[in-house]
């Protein structure tokens, strides 16, 4: 996300921007491949902590280098100085890990939360009038729909129509009423050409990414009896992260789909209810791909309806798709 910040505000694909991504991509896909689950690996000074935040650590040095060439174009601007104090700050907090002080446990990985946490606390002092938001809602979009791709490969891997023809036709139907949520959310009734910091946007994408992964891991261990009541859990979760991230980012929507509590609490009541319902008939694939057809599209429906009604209450034409018109909002 920090990088997210920089490339959004200051990125023009000059040399030193393509360098130094170049740079950072080696740097987090050998990250990647430190991760360990395993917690008998996770004690002060095993070379998997150690590895691995001296790696984050040089992540977060690359996004100050960034910003610190970045001055040598618009100068040392307020904005600038605090996001390189900033990437320090994320820096020197990993430390005790990387030198073999501190092991990994359920306490201490909340500082790993700190980059998440600080830009809230201290948002006065970033210049939110450089955040392109059109750029950042679309950047979160091919990030969804990439991270949706792993979610089609698992779901026709683990139900291949040859074996599970209904299961994997319905929980990809299923699947796919869930894009559709989120691209008429983020497409059609968020104000893409509003000005805006764009803070809530990504962190609203963070359940939506989590959600999204979750509920695929949930796919593959349905089909294992020995783990399905961990798939189900899952499952669930994700389903419910994913409309969580979906729902919050109702807050950048057009003035006219701007939604009242009422609306919520509707929508909290269909997820809860679809949500009920799943955990009755958890034991049956089929069945709880049929529970997620029906909640997913009511949701479409439902969200389809409030975004009709309010343009007929504003006095606003429905849009003539027969136009090809590219805002269909």
Same mark, same amino acid.
């Given at each position: 996300?920090?990088?997210?910040?920089? *490339?959004?505000?200051?990125? /023009?694909? $000059?040399? &030193? /921007? !393509?360098?130094?991504? !170049?740079?950072? %991509?080696?740097?987090?896909?050998?990250?990647?491949? #430190?991760? /360990?689950?395993?917690?008998?690996?996770?004690?002060?000074?095993?070379?998997?902590?150690?590895?691995?935040?001296?790696?984050?650590?040089?992540?977060?040095?690359?996004?100050?280098?960034?910003?610190?060439?970045?001055? $040598?174009?618009?100068?040392?601007?307020?904005? !600038?100085?605090?996001?390189?104090?900033?990437?320090a700050i994320y820096g020197m907090s990993l430390l005790p890990f990387a030198l073999g002080l501190l092991g990994a446990n359920i306490w201490t990985v909340l500082i790993y939360l700190i980059p998440n946490i600080f830009p809230v606390l201290t948002r006065r002092y970033h210049d939110s009038?450089?955040?392109?938001?059109?750029?950042?809602?679309? $950047?979160?979009?091919?990030?969804? &729909?990439?991270?949706l791709g792993e979610t089609v490969i698992a779901i026709i891997s683990t139900y291949p129509l040859t074996e599970s023809l209904y299961q994997g036709?319905?929980?990809?139907?299923? %699947?796919?009423?869930?894009?559709?949520? *989120?691209?008429?959310?983020?497409?059609?009734?968020? /104000?893409?050409?509003?000005?805006?910091?764009?803070?809530?946007?990504?962190?609203?994408?963070?359940?939506?990414?989590?959600?999204?992964?979750?509920?695929?891991?949930?796919?593959?261990? =349905?089909?294992?009896?020995?783990?399905?009541?961990?798939?189900?859990?899952?499952?669930?979760?994700?389903?419910?992260?994913?409309?969580? +991230?979906?729902?919050? #980012?109702?807050?950048?929507?057009?003035? !006219?789909?701007? =939604?009242?509590?009422?609306?919520?609490?509707?929508?909290?009541?269909?997820?809860?209810? +679809?949500?009920? &319902?799943?955990?009755?008939?958890?034991?049956?694939?089929?069945?709880?791909?049929?529970?997620?057809?029906?909640?997913?599209?009511?949701?479409?429906? *439902? *969200?389809?309806?409030?975004?009709?009604?309010?343009?007929?209450?504003?006095?606003?034409?429905?849009?003539?798709?027969?136009?090809?018109? $590219?805002?269909?909002?």
């Open positions: 996300m920090t990088e997210v910040f920089y *490339y959004n505000k200051y990125g /023009d694909s $000059r040399r &030193i /921007d !393509i360098f130094s991504v !170049i740079a950072l %991509m080696f740097v987090v896909g050998n990250l990647a491949l #430190t991760f /360990d689950m395993n917690m008998a690996h996770l004690y002060a000074g095993h070379p998997t902590v150690v590895i691995f935040n001296w790696l984050l650590i040089l992540a977060y040095a690359i996004i100050a280098l960034q910003y610190f060439l970045k001055r $040598r174009v618009l100068g040392f601007n307020r904005d !600038i100085r605090f996001s390189i104090v900033a990437c009038s450089r955040i392109n938001f059109p750029h950042a809602v679309e $950047r979160a979009q091919l990030v969804t &729909i990439l991270t036709a319905l929980l990809f139907a299923g %699947m796919s009423f869930m894009f559709i949520s *989120y691209m008429t959310q983020t497409f059609l009734a968020i /104000d893409h050409h509003r000005q805006a910091a764009g803070s809530l946007l990504f962190y609203a994408h963070i359940p939506i990414f989590i959600g999204i992964n979750i509920f695929t891991v949930g796919i593959e261990f =349905l089909a294992d009896s020995h783990h399905a009541n961990l798939g189900f859990a899952l499952f669930l979760f994700g389903f419910l992260s994913f409309y969580a +991230g979906v729902v919050t #980012t109702t807050h950048y929507n057009q003035s !006219i789909y701007q =939604l009242h509590l009422k609306t919520y609490l509707k929508i909290g009541l269909l997820l809860g209810i +679809g949500a009920f &319902i799943m955990s009755l008939v958890r034991h049956h694939i089929l069945l709880l791909s049929l529970v997620l057809c029906a909640t997913t599209w009511a949701y479409n429906r *439902y *969200y389809l309806t409030v975004r009709r009604r309010k343009r007929e209450y504003h006095n606003i034409p429905h849009p003539d798709p027969r136009k090809n018109l $590219r805002d269909f909002s």
